[in-house]
């Protein structure tokens, strides 16, 4: 058995630790103090380390880290990331056997050219670690690769189940309905995400994981063929409805938004 909890860390990061009563696993440990701090209040030993992509607050806790657990650090390997020992490609598999869960790695850029997800068919439900391609009721900012590329990942995570849990990088939820609210005032799945997450972070608790039908349901940039969407772009200039059209004003209204 095993269990996933957040550290958070920095401004608004979530540092994910896969563990039972001797072991951890943790996601994109951007500071190692927390990650520290945490193993000791445990009692329990790091055996690895999953990374999304390069971003610093992704990576920055990695090399203190290693230096104290010499683990190995899976990822895809890049020129300004040093610290991937283990570099997974596209389909290939990660074999967390302590827990007795195996992440299938998904190439999906968009943010960056080397983000990965790391997603557990196997476990129940479903698992997904997203790093900052999938938010709370949004999506990463486009910084490498093009628009095109980061509809194509999240139409690819939307595929997944819509039972699977979905651990992304940041506390963003909020800050992203008020932009989900804007594109699609009548959706009423939306206004009930914002009183929940309105309940939830006034209890000092996060508002992820999330659950993929969720995020289908009130998430603007997995609803890019939503009329109520589209009107929204429409009264802000948009003319071409393609989908990719609809995703790539969504993208650019919610970076000056």
Same mark, same amino acid.
């Given at each position: 058995?095993?269990?996933?909890?957040?550290?958070?860390? !920095?401004? *608004?990061? %979530?540092?994910?630790?896969?563990?039972? *009563?001797?072991?951890?696993?943790v996601v994109d440990p951007g500071d190692a103090?927390?990650?520290? +701090?945490?193993?000791?209040?445990?009692?329990?030993?790091?055996? +690895?380390?999953?990374?999304?992509?390069?971003?610093?607050?992704?990576?920055?806790?990695?090399?203190?880290?290693?230096?104290?657990?010499?683990?190995?650090?899976?990822?895809?390997?890049?020129?300004?990331?040093?610290?991937?020992?283990?570099?997974?490609? *596209?389909?290939?598999?990660?074999?967390?056997?302590?827990?007795?869960?195996?992440?299938?790695?998904? +190439?999906?850029?968009?943010?960056?050219?080397?983000?990965?997800?790391?997603?557990?068919?196997?476990?129940?439900?479903?698992?997904?670690?997203?790093?900052?391609?999938?938010?709370?009721?949004?999506?990463?900012?486009?910084?490498?690769?093009?628009?095109?590329?980061?509809?194509?990942?999240?139409?690819?995570?939307?595929?997944?189940?819509?039972?699977?849990?979905? %651990?992304? +990088?940041?506390?963003?939820?909020?800050?992203?309905?008020?932009?989900?609210?804007?594109?699609?005032?009548?959706?009423?799945?939306?206004?009930?995400?914002?009183?929940?997450?309105?309940? !939830?972070?006034?209890?000092?608790?996060?508002?992820?994981?999330?659950?993929?039908?969720?995020?289908?349901?009130?998430?603007?940039?997995?609803?890019?063929?939503?009329?109520?969407?589209?009107?929204?772009?429409?009264?802000?200039?948009?003319?071409?409805?393609?989908?990719?059209?609809?995703?790539?004003? !969504?993208?650019?209204?919610? *970076?000056?938004?």
């Amino acid at each position: 058995m095993y269990k996933i909890t957040a550290i958070p860390a !920095l401004q *608004d990061n %979530y540092i994910w630790a896969i563990h039972n *009563d001797s072991q951890a696993v943790v996601v994109d440990p951007g500071d190692a103090a927390p990650v520290l +701090a945490f193993l000791t209040e445990q009692n329990i030993t790091l055996t +690895a380390i999953l990374c999304t992509h390069r971003h610093h607050d992704h990576i920055g806790g990695i090399e203190k880290l290693r230096a104290v657990y010499n683990v190995p650090v899976y990822g895809r390997r890049h020129q300004q990331n040093p610290h991937i020992s283990h570099d997974r490609q *596209d389909g290939e598999q990660v074999i967390l056997d302590a827990f007795g869960l195996t992440f299938e790695v998904l +190439a999906v850029p968009g943010h960056l050219d080397d983000h990965l997800a790391f997603f557990a068919a196997g476990a129940s439900p479903q698992i997904l670690f997203c790093g900052d391609v999938l938010f709370g009721a949004g999506c990463g900012r486009n910084f490498e690769g093009t628009v095109a590329q980061l509809h194509h990942s999240l139409q690819r995570l939307s595929r997944l189940p819509d039972t699977t849990l979905v %651990y992304c +990088a940041h506390e963003y939820t909020a800050s992203n309905l008020r932009f989900a609210a804007i594109c699609e005032p009548e959706n009423p799945a939306v206004q009930q995400r914002i009183a929940d997450t309105r309940q !939830l972070r006034a209890a000092n608790l996060s508002t992820v994981p999330s659950t993929l039908r969720l995020e289908k349901a009130t998430n603007p940039f997995l609803r890019c063929t939503e009329p109520e969407i589209i009107n929204s772009l429409q009264r802000h200039g948009l003319r071409d409805t393609s989908e990719l059209a609809v995703f790539t004003a !969504l993208r650019e209204w919610r *970076d000056n938004f």
